[in-house]
């Protein structure tokens, strides 16, 4: 089978490697005869980049970029309204990851100067893609790669609907050594809050930035054909009372090199083929920028098509395969695309903090989607020692029990002050220390009770009220919140009542830190206020408190630590035909869905003995596939595996 490839971008390039990878006769076809610079830079998820490291393993060619790390969205006055991890996201310039994939790719399998004309027929099906210079290039398979305009597309499907430009962005990049160091690894976003207008500025290198100005050309546009003095003009008037760093960043800027690029989109196609002809990337999708999915979605294209070409036989179930693999997620990303230029069209019409940040991927439970058999209301503190060490036995629970459990977390306020802390014989901050030594070496999980001497925390309502705070943005981050809070205090001696820490917490795991401070502040007071009046209705005066309910409202209620087996009783109890789900024990499978586990809790979830555990951990953290924390009664290990 020869493939003949038309477009030598990146998705025609990478599509190309893919194939030629697999033994698979292929020819790119380039209208340009020389490289362009067009485009400037990108954003890529890992995704994407995950499938180019592929392709140069065994090579010295290292793949071009910079790791963003962060997004953070403000008002034009510098107000900051979102700041948000970004996992797995690299900025890359064009021409930089263009020549990546042209020293990969064999000179003489690359046709240069080839502008498409139409394909020649025989049997009703194209054997042969005749250029406007003359030459003609057989094959078998062929793919339109040729981008947004695409002429492949128009000659094997017709000429498709584009939606009206009514956003236009300026592209630029340049360098700015200062504005590197203390912007690095930063996507930094300003939007105007009262008409569509926005500045963006993307790391790609230490020193160098990729810029772009988004405006709506019903309150402003600049002639296509504009001169570098007038466009620069054009930007420095609209972005005139954007914060400093802005017009810091446009000085650096040689505006010959920028230009003015129309975005539009066009629905999903029915199909990415006609016969033996498909499309990929740009010319079989097109979405708007607001996404910056489109170099990602090219090359999972090359991916899933060449994955298809060597799985099927038959060439158009291949094709048609590869259409329902990649609809759905083309789809989505069209319809946000719009929804996103909505929004900034209409900024009058949206809270900053509901303002939607597309570079986020939010992981899905599947689970989570289905009715639950049992509900458990699990009143808990972040400072309750009891409450650390019935980690592992929830983790378990929802391992093995997830299709019959739904678990709502409440706070239970353990310590509101020490004026009216009155819990046995602890009556003040050095009480603590001595139990978390005792309650550590009864269970196995470390716990150091020296911050209670060093630097006691005044009260736990700090952490619960922040732990609210994620949970009104997320559900899931905010367990790994509470999770990461509860490491940093038991483990690491750090008071959490101190916001800077909580701040960053939110952060590291991925929620919206502005956000954060701003609903714990506000919402989440009130929400924490009516967790405890619940934990006061229900009578809940020890904790953990956890109250399982089934569908007919029978409810058992556990207090305090148990064992495994007793919660697997109850469980029983109210669902007679609940069935244990088998989970997978290997080292590799746990670390890649917790993203820390103690040794203890290892242990426990892989029903290994604790002299295996330490071996299995310590031949993990050798080969670089974990990390550590040691603390003074133990170690707590970190996943570089972990999904999230």
């Not at 499938?51 to 034009?76: K, M, Y």
């Not at 078998?140 to 305009?149: C, K, Y």
Request: hydrophobic share 40%; aromatic share 10%.
């Amino acid at each position: 089978m020869k493939v003949v490839i038309i477009g030598g971008g990146v998705a025609g390039l990478t599509l190309g490697l893919l194939l030629k990878k697999n033994n698979i006769e292929v020819v790119v076809n380039e209208k340009f005869k020389e490289m362009t610079t067009r485009g400037h830079a990108f954003l890529m998820h890992i995704d994407g980049w995950s499938i180019l490291n592929e392709l140069n393993a065994n090579t010295e060619i290292r793949l071009p970029g910079e790791e963003i790390g962060a997004f953070s969205l403000n008002r034009q006055d510098g107000k900051q309204v979102k700041r948000q991890k970004l996992n797995l996201w690299r900025c890359i310039k064009r021409k930089d990851l263009v020549q990546f994939l042209y020293d990969l790719f064999p000179k003489e399998q690359l046709k240069t100067g080839r502008s498409f004309s139409h394909f020649i027929y025989e049997n009703g099906k194209a054997i042969a893609a005749q250029f406007t210079n003359g030459e003609i290039e057989y094959g078998d398979v062929f793919v339109g790669a040729d981008g947004g305009n695409s002429a492949v597309r128009e000659a094997i499907l017709g000429a498709v609907t584009y939606t009206p430009i009514e956003v236009k962005e300026v592209v630029g990049i340049c360098t700015n050594e200062k504005l590197g160091a203390s912007h690095q690894n930063i996507f930094t976003k300003y939007q105007s809050c009262t008409r569509g207008l926005s500045f963006g500025m993307i790391p790609v290198s230490e020193k160098d930035f990729v810029w772009f100005m988004q405006y709506s050309v019903a309150e402003a546009d600049c002639n296509q054909g504009c001169s570098p003095e007038e466009l620069k003009a054009f930007c420095n008037y609209q972005l005139a009372d954007f914060p400093p760093v802005v017009t810091e960043l446009l000085q650096t800027n040689d505006f010959s090199t920028s230009y003015i690029w129309n975005t539009r989109d066009f629905g999903l196609l029915p199909k990415f083929h006609a016969d033996n002809v498909v499309l990929i990337g740009d010319a079989a999708h097109l979405a708007l920028p607001f996404t910056s999915a489109g170099t990602t979605n090219a090359i999972l294209d090359a991916k899933k098509l060449t994955e298809k070409l060597l799985s099927l036989d038959n060439v158009e179930e291949a094709f048609e395969a590869y259409y329902d693999e990649r609809q759905d997620d083309i789809k989505k990303h069209i319809y946000l695309g719009r929804e996103l230029k909505e929004l900034f069209l209409n900024p009058l019409s949206v809270d900053g903090d509901k303002m939607v940040v597309p570079l986020i991927s939010k992981r899905e439970d599947k689970d989570a989607h289905t009715e639950k058999l049992i509900d458990i209301q699990y009143f808990t503190d972040p400072i309750c020692s009891t409450c650390w060490v019935v980690q592992p036995l929830l983790r378990k629970l929802k391992l093995e029990y997830g299709a019959y459990i739904k678990i709502d977390y409440r706070m239970g306020g353990l310590l509101p002050s020490w004026d009216e802390y009155e819990r046995g014989p602890i009556t003040k901050p050095s009480d603590v220390a001595p139990h978390w030594e005792e309650v550590c070496m009864i269970h196995g999980i470390p716990l150091d009770g020296d911050i209670w001497i060093e630097d006691p925390l005044p009260s736990s309502y700090p952490p619960s009220i922040a732990f609210k705070a994620a949970q009104m943005q997320d559900a899931d981050l905010a367990l790994l919140f509470l999770r990461r809070i509860k490491e940093m205090l038991f483990l690491e001696k750090i008071n959490i009542v101190d916001m800077a820490y909580l701040e960053k917490a939110a952060f590291d795991v991925g929620l919206d830190s502005a956000r954060f401070v701003h609903d714990y502040e506000n919402k989440a007071q009130e929400a924490f206020r009516e967790d405890l009046t619940l934990a006061q209705n229900m009578q809940v005066g020890v904790l953990p408190t956890l109250i399982f309910t089934n569908l007919e409202n029978e409810q058992i209620i556990s207090k305090d630590y148990q064992e495994y087996e007793y919660l697997e009783e109850i469980i029983h109890k109210l669902v007679p035909k609940a069935q244990k789900r088998t989970f997978n024990t290997d080292p590799i499978f746990l670390f890649t869905n917790f993203s820390t586990m103690t040794s203890k809790e290892f242990s426990f979830l892989s029903s290994r003995d604790m002299e295996e555990t330490n071996d299995i951990l310590a031949d993990l953290f050798d080969k670089g596939f974990i990390d550590k924390y040691e603390s003074k009664n133990g170690i707590i290990w970190k996943s570089k595996l972990a999904n999230y």
